[in-house]
Structures are given as C-alpha cells and as structure tokens.
C-alpha cells in the first residue's frame, strides 16, 4: 500500500509539472518543445512528420502547417538531424509591410525553411553517483539566418529571414524506475536565442511516464505498455497579430501535454500534443534501430 501512495504521487507531480523520444516540432529527442537530455540507441535512425497547429510554432504563425524530418543517432553520444518545415506566402514580409511574395500566391505553401539540428551527451545518467543525472547540450536550426549568426546574434526585423527554430539548449534529465508500474523522467533545460521574433533566456520543466507493467499475456496490459505520457511548461512563444506583425508581449510560459504510443516493438510510433492543453498537433515517427 506504501508503495502505491508513492507511485500515486509520482504521478501527480507529473500532472501538475505539465510539459519524448521525438519532438513533434523539431525532429530531435526530447518534449514536445521542451529538449531533454535523453538520447537514443546508438545508431537509431528516424523519420517522420507532422501537422503543426499554429499554436505550436516557433514563433506562433497565422497559420497551421506540416514539417517533416530524418535524425540519426551517429554515437551513443551525438544525435544529428534535419527539419524541413512549410510556409505561406503572407501579404507583408513582417518586417517593413512591404509585398514580398506574389499576391497570387498567398494563402498557399510556397516556401519550406530548411534546418539543422545536434545533440551532445558530455554526462551519461549514473556515472559517478546512481542519483546523477544526464547533461546534454544541443542546438536547433545552428546554421539557420548564418549571414546574420543565427541565434546568437541579435537579428533585427530589417535582417529578417528563415531560421524560425533557431536555439541553444543545456538539458538535464533523471530517470527513476517503478518496478511494475513504469518509469518516470524528470527534465530541465535553459533554453536561448536572441532572434528579434523570438528571444529567449529561460527555463524550462518536464517530466514523462512511461507504463511498464508487469505482463500477463492480457491484451489490455500490452496497449497500455505502449503509452508515454508528457508534460512541459516552457517559455511563450512571440505571437502574430492579425495584422502579421510581431506581438513582443505573449504569454511569458505556456503548459503543453502530450503523448506518444508505440506500435509494432516502437517501430512506429504515434505523437500527439495539446499545445496550452487546448490546441491539437499529431504525427507519426518510424524508427529503426541499425545497430
């Protein structure tokens, strides 16, 4: 009974923290948003893509829209990935309302914005103390807007350009495991960019639970194995007025809830995420593990 208070505990701090293996938005290990600092199987290969609703975009956009991706685990130490995200023409550029696509094209997906992602282990979880946890640092879009230094350079609205996922991330995550009922990750990171759409300097918060129950051969025991659950709460994202210009004053934090089911021994696997536990966003990652 001591043990199932606990466990019962354990997941309340899980609903209440808000904010797994593949970020609905960038295509690398981590939240929904929020990075971790979990890594894949050395040499796990994935693809996959989503529908993004607007509310999940970095900054948030007028519209809903799609991205796809490929990310390998190329050590057990270093992932590496690439984004390819879609955009609207729009009738203002952001910047200085001036026209820069065709009228004819507006309202369709004209442009894509291609990026960059890595991640690096320099701690593994355990490996002084079995209480110490993982570190990870880790870039998003590295190289994007390179001519104006992505997102360590503070890029004003007349330098504008693609690089919307721009950001660099410490991670630091711990695992603890309930023997038969499952494993509950804990997450923090800081997360930075100087983008003039989207600055950031904050912290972020998360925790998953993966249900690991003891098997009977009961069918529902394996559906339900297949589940992870997963909150964040991480900085607000700039928002777009109607009139396509950047709103510096959005929300300062914003609680996103998830999960992601795996099928087929995690081949495929299923991501859904509630951005402000209201917005919906879904896709579908197929991994493979070449090692």
């Not at 870039?139 to 004003?156: E, F, P, R, T």
């Not at 721009?166 to 603890?176: D, E, S």
């Not at 007025?241 to 300062?252: A, H, V």
């Not at 966003?281 to 197929?286: D, E, Q, T």
Request: positive net charge; contains cysteine.
């Amino acid at each position: 009974m001591k043990k199932v208070r606990r466990a019962g505990l354990l997941l309340f701090v899980l609903c209440m923290s808000q904010a797994v293996e593949a970020q609905i938005n960038y295509g690398t290990t981590g939240l929904m948003n929020m990075p971790t600092a979990d890594m894949q199987r050395d040499k796990t290969f994935m693809v996959g893509g989503n529908w993004l609703n607007r509310h999940a975009t970095v900054p948030r956009w007028w519209y809903d829209t799609w991205n796809y991706y490929i990310n390998i685990t190329i050590f057990p130490w270093l992932e590496a990935g690439y984004l390819c995200t879609g955009h609207k023409a729009v009738p203002t550029d952001y910047g200085n309302n001036s026209g820069f696509w065709i009228p004819s094209t507006y309202g369709k997906f004209t442009n894509q914005d291609r990026s960059f992602h890595f991640r690096l282990r320099v701690w593994k979880e355990g490996w002084w103390k079995c209480w110490t946890p993982q570190i990870v640092i880790g870039a998003n879009d590295v190289i994007g807007d390179s001519a104006h230094g992505g997102s360590l350079s503070g890029q004003s609205e007349q330098g504008y350009g693609n690089g919307f996922w721009n950001r660099y991330y410490l991670a630091i995550t711990k695992h603890i495991c309930l023997e038969n009922i499952g494993t509950l990750g804990g997450h923090i990171s800081w997360i930075y960019s100087r983008r003039f759409d989207n600055r950031m300097n904050n912290l972020a918060v998360g925790a998953n639970f993966r249900f690991g129950l003891k098997e009977n051969g009961a069918l529902m025991l394996r559906i339900i194995n297949g589940v992870n659950l997963m909150g964040e709460i991480v900085p607000g994202y700039t928002d777009v007025r109607s009139d396509l210009t950047f709103n510096p004053d959005g929300p300062r934090y914003q609680v996103n809830i998830g999960m992601e089911y795996h099928f087929w021994k995690d081949y495929i696997n299923a991501v859904v995420e509630l951005s402000r536990c209201r917005y919906f966003s879904g896709g579908l990652v197929f991994r493979v593990h070449l090692k």
